[in-house]
T-cell receptor, first 113, second 111 residues
Framework: DPKIIQKPKYLVAVTGSEKILICEQYLGHNAMYWYRQSAKKPLEFMFSYSYQKLMDNQTASSRFQPQSSKKNHLDLQITALKPDDSATYFC????????????FGSGTRLLVI | QQKVQQSPESLIVPEGGMASLNCTSSDRNVDYFWWYRQHSGKSPKMLMSIFSNGEKEEGRFTVHLNKASLHTSLHIRDSQPSDSALYLCAASIQGGRALIFGTGTTVSVSP
């Protein structure tokens, strides 16, 4: 059973539209993260949440908004989509402790046309 | 400048051979290192972590860390075709939660 569930697996969106990427983790972790990976850039940190609070935000654009409705959920809302947003978005989680291992979800592949 | 640099970019290793991958950080505040493996179309999976100077071995995988030079290396012995993947080095910075990843080394094991 996957311990971190990301939905959907694949997503095609039109430029200018808005999408929400879903992430749920069943590892009992208290920290969750979003990363982005594209052909042009390495795995890039976007956000970290700890106990449902935003702790770090490395995303320059306000078009990306994380949302945590439950302790084990961290969704990512993306508005005004652009073709450059095309990437695979990975959710990850860990215990809130230095040196804790991250576990990654299977990712959502987003294509913006 | 990328805070975590990996070399080489790609590597071809014969089956049964040894693969050696390098990773260096330019940030003196790095405290921990990880190695992840990512097969094509899949998510990164943690291979090994190393936090102290020295060497750590798990099966066919060995990692080294020199904290003074902020250099870590991963060695894969008796390489198998299933080891063909992108290998990512990651580091955490003191005071931060994020793992910073390098651009990776693509390893291809030729049968």
């Amino acid at each position: 059973d996957p311990k971190i569930i990301q939905k959907p697996k694949y997503l095609v969106a039109v430029t200018g539209s808005e999408k929400i990427l879903i992430c749920e983790q069943y590892l009992g972790h208290n920290a969750m993260y979003w990363y982005r990976q594209s052909a042009k850039k390495p795995l890039e940190f976007m956000f970290s949440y700890s106990y449902q609070k935003l702790m770090d935000n490395q995303t320059a654009s306000s078009r990306f908004q994380p949302q945590s409705s439950k302790k084990n959920h961290l969704d990512l809302q993306i508005t005004a989509l652009k073709p450059d947003d095309s990437a695979t978005y990975f959710c990850a989680s860990s215990q809130e402790a230095r040196g804790s291992d991250y576990t990654f979800g299977s990712g959502t592949r987003l294509l913006v046309i | 400048q990328q805070k975590v640099q990996q070399s080489p970019e790609s590597l071809i290793v014969p089956e049964g051979g040894m693969a050696s991958l390098n990773c260096t950080s330019s940030d003196r505040n790095v405290d921990y290192f990880w190695w992840y493996r990512q097969h094509s179309g899949k998510s990164p999976k943690m291979l090994m972590s190393i936090f102290s100077n020295g060497e750590k071995e798990e099966g066919r995988f060995t990692v080294h860390l020199n904290k003074a030079s902020l250099h870590t290396s991963l060695h894969i012995r008796d390489s198998q075709p299933s080891d063909s993947a992108l290998y990512l080095c990651a580091a955490s910075i003191q005071g931060g939660r994020a793992l910073i990843f390098g651009t990776g080394t693509t390893v291809s094991v030729s049968p």
